[in-house]
């Protein structure tokens, strides 16, 4: 096999392994290397080019949202981005999405708000800022103060997602139905004085 193989990849061939059986012509090896990088690196770019397609067909719901908002869309908003949607996805703290909300409430209709908290969106609000507010500190002491700049926008955006509930007048009206919401929602306050 070692002088067919010889023959079969040039005249010029060495022996790369030291192993007379396998023998590879330098010019050849340097094609194959060549190869390998070129269909790497077409390897490589497909999948990044799969991961950008991926990344911006799951932009954040809030992102998209906001896109929206940005365009103007009107009463078609409010069938598209049902309260239900808008609930689930202020259950994930990420600050777009809170800002988003905040922007889809100044807009909706009565009947708009009266579903998203009778759904539970302000309990999730609620939720929302005591998570964001509670920072466990050591088991005998206080809590900590919240760290970062990023989680201190979000309990802002929170605190403006509420206010524009509480601004409606179907919004007031739950809270007012609802002792709990405003008792949490004191109690939260107090924490944040102390």
Same mark, same amino acid.
């Given at each position: 096999?070692?002088?067919?193989?010889?023959?079969?990849?040039?005249?010029?061939?060495?022996?790369?392994t030291?192993?007379?059986?396998?023998?590879?012509?330098?010019s050849d090896?340097?094609? #194959?290397a060549?190869?390998?990088?070129?269909?790497?690196q077409?390897?490589?770019?497909?999948?990044?080019?799969?991961?950008?397609?991926?990344?911006?067909?799951?932009?954040?719901?809030?992102q998209?949202l906001?896109?929206?908002?940005?365009?103007?869309e009107?009463s078609? #908003?409010?069938?598209?981005?049902?309260?239900?949607?808008?609930?689930?996805m202020?259950?994930?703290?990420?600050t777009?999405?809170?800002?988003?909300?905040?922007?889809l409430l100044?807009?909706v209709?009565r009947?708009w708000?009266?579903?998203?908290?009778?759904r539970?969106?302000?309990?999730?609000?609620?939720?929302a800022?005591?998570? #964001?507010?509670s920072? /466990?500190? /050591?088991p005998?002491? /206080?809590?900590?103060?919240?760290?970062?700049?990023?989680?201190?926008i979000?309990q #802002?955006?929170?605190v403006?997602c509420?206010?524009e509930?509480?601004?409606?007048?179907?919004?007031?009206?739950?809270l007012?139905?609802?002792?709990?919401?405003?008792?949490?929602?004191?109690?939260?306050?107090?924490k944040?004085?102390?």
């Amino acid at each position: 096999m070692g002088a067919e193989s010889s023959k079969a990849v040039g005249a010029d061939s060495t022996d790369v392994t030291g192993d007379s059986t396998l023998n590879v012509a330098a010019s050849d090896f340097t094609t #194959l290397a060549g190869m390998t990088t070129s269909l790497g690196q077409q390897l490589w770019n497909r999948v990044a080019e799969r991961a950008r397609r991926s990344l911006s067909n799951s932009e954040e719901p809030g992102q998209r949202l906001l896109e929206e908002l940005r365009r103007d869309e009107g009463s078609d #908003l409010q069938s598209r981005w049902e309260p239900e949607l808008c609930i689930n996805m202020i259950r994930v703290p990420i600050t777009t999405n809170y800002a988003a909300l905040r922007k889809l409430l100044k807009v909706v209709s009565r009947e708009w708000m009266v579903e998203f908290v009778e759904r539970g969106g302000l309990a999730v609000l609620l939720e929302a800022l005591e998570r #964001l507010g509670s920072c /466990p500190g /050591p088991p005998d002491g /206080p809590p900590r103060a919240p760290l970062g700049m990023e989680k201190t926008i979000s309990q #802002l955006r929170v605190v403006e997602c509420i206010r524009e509930v509480m601004n409606s007048a179907a919004g007031l009206s739950f809270l007012l139905d609802h002792a709990e919401y405003v008792h949490q929602l004191v109690n939260e306050n107090d924490k944040k004085i102390q």
